[in-house]
């Protein structure tokens, strides 16, 4: 069965430095690959997805993801986070066939460090 | 503007009330979905449509029910037999099931 693990449930990064958010599924084929964000008690917000092609993904508010095949891994980056950027950041895997749903991962929770 | 409303914001009900919730989209999406997000438990699926007058239950859809009479329109209801109905509840819309879904913002159900 399709599963998406986020493995740190919080991050505290400085403003102004890197970020790395992971991301691993579980997928028998290619799946579909999206982040959002979300901001306290608001819905939540399409960062960017994949679909096929180029691996390197570029998506809104300077974000970027990586997919990776080997590693089974679709990573959230940004170089250099600002203090707006203090959400929570959820990795979704899609449906590929009729039978899939979407799977939500449980979220990490970003803080930033002024 | 495109986009998904949801309402109320904020709703209060008594123990033992049902409740509906609203969820209108003017995107022209067939699929429309609804989550319940607990903290720490991420997205959970209650229900989804893909089309007009049909519906298919999630993944935890035991004490609630909707109806997709309109293609723009999915209300949940939260009925008495939900056991622990107080949480935020988002409601999402879709081209199709493998899409990227756009998220209405919310309604924080709380039972008294």
Known sequence: AQSVTQP???ITVSEGA??????NYSYGATPYLFWYVQSPGQG???????FSG????QGIKGFEAEFKRSQSSFNLRKPSVHWSDAAEY???VGPMNRDDKIIFGK????HILP | DGGITQSPKYLFRKEGQ??????????????MYWYRQDPGQGLRLIYYSQIVNDFQKGDIAEGYSVSREKKESFPLTVTSAQKNPTAFYLCASSWSRNNEQFFGPGTRLTVL
């Open chain 1, 8 to 10: 740190d449930i919080h």
């Open chain 1, 18 to 23: 890197s970020l790395e958010l992971r991301c």
């Open chain 1, 44 to 50: 939540l917000q399409l960062l960017l997805k994949y």
């Open chain 1, 54 to 57: 180029d691996t390197l993904v």
């Open chain 1, 90 to 92: 959820f990795c979704a």
């Open chain 1, 107 to 110: 979220g990490t929770r970003l």
């Open chain 2, 18 to 31: 049902n409740v509906t919730l609203s969820c209108e989209q003017n995107l022209n999406h067939d699929a």
